[in-house]
């Protein structure tokens, strides 16, 4: 039976989705703080917060878990916002898994970030180790974690697996509270109003990934020959990088008269402090990652999908017949 953190976020969605397909929803456990928007949810279900050690034992002795998938956490700019909340989450709320996991001797999965690096580190093609010295409590946080899961895998013997993922993008829930999320923003302000106001300069260029491709590498990643995998801190993992005037160009191919403005906020500064493109040649030697999505692939599935989500069947129809 398989344990999900976080399952209603915006990786958990689409993650227990696809696990459920593979394995069978009754051979998952999803859990949350909050409860699921789905009712009866199409899962089964508990509420449970990370941060208490007691509660997250209680659930670990009444269910025989082989696998732990730990997505429970506060993303970088709510981090910047609550950094006591975000410590408290990312760090303790891992920590308390990492020991229940230890405890047990159950595989444990959790995504660090590309907010594990700051501005020394080299901004582009980062390399998988460099340098680490976030300016956000989030990649404090992110930093912690994967040297945390280092120490248990060799101290412990816990096989501890974990990506830095670029930004996500997604369409089956919203994103929640991160520094990539106008790139999944546009397209639903794209689609619904026609225009975007995008919190970050036009040139801000971002390592991303489209959903399908975070998922893969969750699952690819939990089915790799432990032998052969070399990091236990957070494997970088790579597909494509862009600017928001790069995607507000790609959206319009779709539709001519989308527009995009700017007006950088605070999250400018944290965008510019990540890397520009990535290294992921440990992850391509170790478990074979490949992604399967470059940006037009992306922006033309997004598009169709925000547009089924919201309804928009006119921009569907002619989606559909490109
Ligand atoms: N989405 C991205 O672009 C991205 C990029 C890099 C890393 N990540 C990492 O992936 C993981 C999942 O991210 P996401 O985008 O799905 O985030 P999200 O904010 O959409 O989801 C996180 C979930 O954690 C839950 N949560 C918060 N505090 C909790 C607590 N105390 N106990 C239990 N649950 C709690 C929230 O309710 C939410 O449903 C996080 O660790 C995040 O740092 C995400």
């Not at 520009?276 to 030697?285: E, F, V, W």
Request: contains cysteine.
């Amino acid at each position: 039976m398989i344990l999900i953190t976080g399952a209603n976020g915006q990786i958990g969605v689409d993650l227990t989705e696809t696990l459920s397909a593979r394995h069978g929803a009754d051979r998952l456990l999803a859990t949350d703080l909050r409860p699921p928007q789905a009712d009866p949810p199409p899962v089964p279900f508990e509420v449970l917060d990370v941060t208490d050690e007691r509660a997250v034992e209680r659930l670990l002795d009444r269910h025989e878990f082989t696998q732990i998938i730990h997505l429970a956490g506060i993303l970088s700019a709510t981090g910047q916002q609550y950094p006591d909340l975000c410590w408290s989450v990312n760090v303790t709320g891992l920590k308390h898994m990492l020991d229940a996991a230890r405890q047990r001797q159950i595989p444990l999965f959790w995504p660090s970030s590309i907010a594990s690096f700051g501005p020394t580190t080299p901004r582009t093609d980062t390399p998988q180790h460099t340098i680490t010295e976030p300016r956000t409590m989030y990649g404090v946080t992110k930093v912690t974690g994967e040297l945390l899961s280092q120490f248990y895998a060799a101290q412990y013997g816990v096989d501890v697996r974990s990506v830095r993922f670029p930004g996500v993008v997604g369409h089956a829930a919203p994103p929640g509270g991160g520094t990539t999320d106008w790139a999944v923003a546009m397209f639903f302000d794209a689609v619904s109003r026609g225009s975007y106001r995008c919190f970050v300069g036009p040139d801000t260029r971002m390592p991303m990934m489209y959903m399908p491709d975070a998922v893969k590498s969750v699952l690819d990643l939990l089915a790799a020959d432990a032998d052969r995998l070399t990091v236990r801190t957070s494997y970088n993992v790579a597909a494509i990088s862009f600017t928001p005037a790069e995607l507000a160009d790609a959206i319009s191919r779709y539709m001519p008269g989308f527009t995009c403005t700017y007006v950088p906020d605070y999250r400018q500064d944290i965008a510019d402090s990540w890397p520009q493109s990535i290294d992921d040649s440990s992850a391509r030697n170790d478990w074979d990652w490949l992604p399967d999505y470059g940006l037009d692939r992306l922006v033309f599935d997004m598009l169709m999908n925000v547009a089924r989500r919201l309804g928009h069947t006119s921009l569907l129809e002619r989606l559909k017949r490109r």
